[in-house]
Each structure stands twice: as C-alpha cells, then as structure tokens.
C-alpha cells in the first residue's frame, strides 16, 4: 500500500505512428482520466529541441489541461526559468492562477531543458542568475517590483502555488532556504535522489509557504498486467533514452523496433539503466517498488512519469496503480 498522493508528470511524447498534435491530444485525455482516478496533481514538462517530446510551450499546454478538467492541480515540471523573462512567467501564470483559483502550480527549473545549440537559440540568461531571476518573479506577483514602475498584470495578486524542482543540490537547498515545497527528478538523477533531498530537509527555514518541508520524488514509472509486459512496453522509452545519450534523438520507437533492436552489450547496459531504482513490473511488483522508494526517500508524494509507445498502454498503466 502506497501511503502518500501519486500525481502524474508527462511530457507529451510523440510516437513514431504519430504526430506532435496526436501526442497532444493524448496528454489532454490523460490529465481527464487522472483527474478521474483521484490523482493530485498533473505536470507538464518543458523540452525544446527534442524529436519525441511535444511539451515545449508548458504555459499553452496548462491552460488547455485546466479547461479540459475541473479539480486536480495543473502545472510545469517545470519552466526552465533560464529561457523566459521573469516578467512574462508572471504574467502568463497570473492568467492561468486568475482562471483557475486555487488549481495552478508552477514549477520552475534552472537549466536550459535542452541541448546547448538550441540554449543559445532560447537562453536569456545564465543558470547562475536562477536566484535573482527567482526573486524578481515572487517580486511581481507580490507587488514589489513596483519600485521598478513595472506592475504585471494579472500576475500582481494571482500567484500560484510555486516550487523548485532539481536534479541536484543546488536547488534543494535553495528551496529549503526559501520555506518553498522542493520536488526531486529521481527518474533521471537517480545517484542524487538521496543527498539532494538530505540538503532540502537540513537547511529548510520556515515561510509564509511552508511551515515544514515538502518533497515530490519523480520516478519513471510503467505498469501492466505482468511483468514481462511491462518490460515490453518499457522497450520504447530504453531505446529512445539509449539514443539520445548516443546523439540520436527521434520520435518513440514502437515497442515491435525497440524489440528488434540489435543491442550490443554496452548498448543494452546503458538503456537498461533508464529504469535502475525506478518502478516496472504488475501491480504487485510496482506497489512494492514505489513502496520501497517512499520509504528511501521520505517523500511526501510520488510523481509518476510513464513514456510509453500507445496512450491506451499508458492511461492502462496509471488505471493498475490507481487501484
């Protein structure tokens, strides 16, 4: 029995049978069908640059998903804070909080999102300035950027819920300074799962946002009525996680190309590792995985993040766990 909310992180992957508008249209029915199962919160991610991965305007994606739903929590995972003028992530998630009280969150990262060609093409500032940034958007939704004659409309006044999201220390422990809810990328960072959320929880202040900490734990997560199929069904995300580490970035293979794969051994090493400390397997086998990561980790609430070649197999997956 998992004791702590599940919420759903997705990145709106595009399949190789598909098209980016398909890839869409399955996260809008996803998010409904989480909201059905009595998951928390739904997350979209931002990637730029990425063959597979639809998600690359998380502003436009949330306003969509919170019109297609009515009571779970909508947000990024993250905005990759970076690429954007603190000025028009207020704004643009004023709207969102103005439309939907209450229902907004907005997760905000520090990296780029993508590779270093296109962070160029996007890039206003550098990770270092994160801080700075930071504290100039809390600044506009509350008012005290005025001193600059700049008031943001309507994001004076509507601010959503923030947190930082991180795959190492550095955000852990500005989220910990800040009294702000942290949330862990364990399903890419796994090694730093354990000394970032250590960091968060020690140098932790409380704020008028939080009075003790919070922490989200991502993980890859695929789920099916056995085990072996849910291993075939993970083929595709192994495949596609293989190739971009190897510079060859496409679309999701289907589960049949990932299948017929020629691997050689250190190939199929490192796309296996895509799914170390993560959670694969039936019902059974993933309760007792995510079981086990919650009691590593402390986390207050697990967020699952399932790339998988057809929406059915993937709205199937969060269907077995939800019970």
Known sequence: MIDVPLSVLDVAPVAASGSSAEALRHTAALAVRAEELGYRRF?????????????????????HLLAS??????????????NHAPLAVAEQFGTLEALHAGRVDLGLGRTSGTDQVTALALRRTSAEAFPQELDDLVGYFTGRENRMRITAVPGLGNMPKLWLL???????????????????AHHFSAANTLPALAVYRQSFRPSEYLDKPYAIVSVNTICADTDERAEYLAGPAMLSYLRILTGRATVLPSPEEAAQ????????????????????????????????????????????TTQVYDIEDRIRSFELIAK
């Open 261 to 304: 794969y020629p691997y050689t051994p250190q190939e199929l090493e490192m796309a296996r590792s895509r799914f170390e400390g993560q959670a694969l397997g039936s019902p059974e086998t993933v309760a007792r995985q995510l079981a086990e990561l919650r009691e590593r980790t402390g986390a207050d609430e697990l967020m699952l």
């Open 43 to 63: 997350w979209v991610a931002e990637h730029h640059n990425t063959p597979w991965v639809a998600s690359s305007a998380p502003a436009v994606l949330i306003a």
């Open 69 to 82: 739903t009515s009571t779970i929590r909508v947000g990024s995972g993250g905005v990759q804070l970076p």
């Open 166 to 184: 991180g795959s190492s220390g550095f955000s852990a422990q500005l989220a910990g300074k800040l009294g702000l809810p942290f949330s862990f």
